[in-house]
């Protein structure tokens, strides 16, 4: 039995007993305590009522394929092999697998809880089940490696134009990677490469982190928000947001094939967090004033030595203190 046919079963939000939840199952309470120990492992919020039961603290928005398949054929013509898993090691792992099978249509995975999650520079990603979006696509593009500058910059601009169409606006863009609202980051973007180097096809692999539901993360060292709590006054549905984003995403791979980087600087600078702010390296040894991105997705910084442009597999940046 399945963690989540229980999660499903707790979501009316009632306290129910484990005799009556192993009963209905045709299981032991002993089966249904271990079932428990695991959701609570997988990041589900349950409660313990001693003497009476177990409570989902909130309900879960889980995931449906079918109305995610719906929604994104409504929108876009572009033919999708999506897989919605309850539980993998890395959503962008599995789009890797897909494409080396030869997988012809843009694979597209999304996952309720990831186990080896991460990040830029390998930094792993919190993954709590039923809360958080966790979504992987294959891109094809033409060119080589070259063609693919400013792509995560582009993908951004996605993100950001799919959150404010769905009210969460302003979104705001932290270089080269990140989604922030309210001065906190929502989500981050990962972007892997496979293919040939000058002129052939290149698969990006493109991840994406969505915080939605999320209401406590210890382990986040960072300030970090969720959409839930920076616009409470909104339902967030993880279909419809993943359903938008997937077709925001198809759009803009779509568009930046045939127009380029250029098509989208402006709207990633409208939205810039670093903007005319103090920021450093990490190292501290650079810092200035940020001035935007320049043609290429570099970052412009103006040090008392002049404007410095640095690229995303060089350094981060941060604000000064």
Request: glycine share 10%; net charge neutral; charged share 20%.
């Amino acid at each position: 039995m399945k963690a989540k046919v229980l999660i499903t079963r707790l979501n009316d939000g009632k306290i129910h007993s484990g005799q009556s939840l192993a009963t209905e199952f045709g299981v032991s309470r002993t089966a249904i305590w271990k079932i428990i120990q695991r959701a609570l492992k997988e990041g589900f919020n349950i409660r313990t009522v001693r003497g009476h039961g177990y409570q989902l603290a909130s309900p879960v928005d889980f995931l449906d394929q079918e109305i995610i398949v719906k929604n994104v054929e409504s929108a876009s013509s572009r033919p999708l092999a999506l897989s919605v898993v309850d539980e993998i090691d890395s959503t962008n792992a599995e789009v890797m697998r897909l494409l080396a099978r030869g997988e012809c249509a843009t694979p597209v995975v999304t996952a309720e809880t990831q186990t080896a999650g991460r990040g830029r520079r390998g930094q792993p990603w919190c993954s709590p089940a039923g809360e958080n979006i966790y979504l992987s696509m294959g891109l094809s593009l033409s060119g080589g490696f070259s063609a693919v500058d400013g792509l995560s910059l582009v993908l951004g601009v996605a993100v950001a134009d799919a959150l404010e169409c769905l009210g969460a606006a302003p979104v705001g863009l932290k270089w080269p990677n990140d989604i922030f609202i309210d001065g906190a980051k929502v989500g981050g973007i990962l972007v892997e490469l496979q293919g040939e180097l000058q002129d052939g096809v290149v698969h990006a692999i493109v991840g994406l982190g969505l915080n939605v539901h999320m209401t406590a993360a210890p382990a986040i060292e960072q300030a970090w928000t969720s959409l839930a709590l920076a616009r409470p006054q909104l339902t967030w549905s993880r279909n419809t947001l993943v359903s938008t984003l997937i077709t925001s995403i198809a759009d803009a791979s779509d568009k930046f094939q045939s127009v380029g980087f250029a098509g989208f600087r402006s709207s990633w600078q409208s939205r810039d967090v670093f903007f005319s702010r103090q920021i450093m390296a990490r190292d501290g040894e650079l810092q200035g004033v940020g001035q935007g991105i320049d043609h290429s997705g570099n970052y412009v910084l103006r040090t008392i030595e002049g404007d410095v442009a640095v690229r995303s597999g060089e350094i981060s940046l941060r604000f000064a203190s």
